[in-house]
T-cell receptor, first 111, second 112 residues
Framework: TQLLEQSPQFLSIQEGENLTVYCNSS?????LQWYRQEPGEGPVLLVT?????EVKKLKRLTFQFGDARKDSSLHITAAQPGDTGLYLC???????????FGAGTTVTVRA | SQTIHQWPATLVQPVGSPLSLECTVEGTSNPNLYWYRQAAGRGLQLLFY??????ISSEVPQNLSASRPQDRQFILSSKKLLLSDSGFYLCAYPQGRSRGYTFGSGTRLTVV
């Protein structure tokens, strides 16, 4: 059973459109991260959120941590082909230094 | 600066052959180290983690083992590979205050 459920599994959009990826759980997390991975490479950390309700922005990417610290979303505005990749959320439960990963969302932005 | 190295980048091995994947970290001492496996285009499954030399915790019963002979070295091994061991193997360590992980570039293992 996956601790973190990501949706959708696949997302294909046209350049310039917006997209949102969701990460949900029944567990409460002390922190949650979002990573982006390109084929044949390791995931690269995009952001860490630690406070319930927190919103962080990274250029055209907006990350939100749910008030109850059980869910998160990643919103990309005006997507570009360079945003194409596998987006992974990962969370750490309180008093546990291990990260649990979602199954990922494959995003394809068509030029 | 901290860096992490994994090798080899790709590996094709026959069923029943042994395996040894190596991960080394530079620029940090006594880090927690992690081995993950990833199926194609999917999430990461934690296999092993280590908080120090000689200390290994296994998350999933399987055909693999891990060792940490030195502070900055983490090795993933198998005595006899199975077809189901194919995958993308990633080594990682914590980034500290960001609470995220830095990953190596991975090893693509294909068991034939």
């Amino acid at each position: 059973t996956q601790l973190l459920e990501q949706s959708p599994q696949f997302l294909s959009i046209q350049e310039g459109e917006n997209l949102t990826v969701y990460c949900n759980s029944s567990s409460v997390f002390s922190s949650l991260q979002w990573y982006r991975q390109e084929p044949g490479e390791g995931p690269v950390l995009l952001v860490t959120v630690v406070t319930g309700g927190e919103v962080k922005k990274l250029k055209r990417l907006t990350f939100q941590f749910g008030d109850a610290r059980k869910d998160s979303s990643l919103h990309i505005t005006a997507a570009q082909p360079g945003d194409t990749g596998l987006y992974l959320c990962a969370g750490r439960i309180f008093n546990d230094y291990k990260l649990s990963f979602g199954a990922g969302t494959t995003v394809t932005v068509r030029a | 600066s901290q860096t992490i190295h994994q090798w080899p980048a790709t590996l094709v091995q026959p069923v029943g052959s042994p395996l040894s994947l190596e991960c080394t970290v530079e620029g940090t001492s006594n880090p927690n180290l992690y081995w993950y496996r990833q199926a194609a285009g999917r999430g990461l499954q934690l296999l092993f983690y280590s908080v120090g030399i000689g200390q290994i915790s296994s998350e999933v019963p399987q055909n693999l083992s891990a060792s940490r002979p030195q502070d900055r070295q983490f090795i993933l091994s198998s005595k006899k590979l199975l077809l189901s061991d194919s995958g993308f193997y990633l080594c990682a360590y914590p980034q500290g205050r960001s609470r995220g992980y830095t990953f190596g570039s991975g090893t693509r293992l294909t068991v034939v």
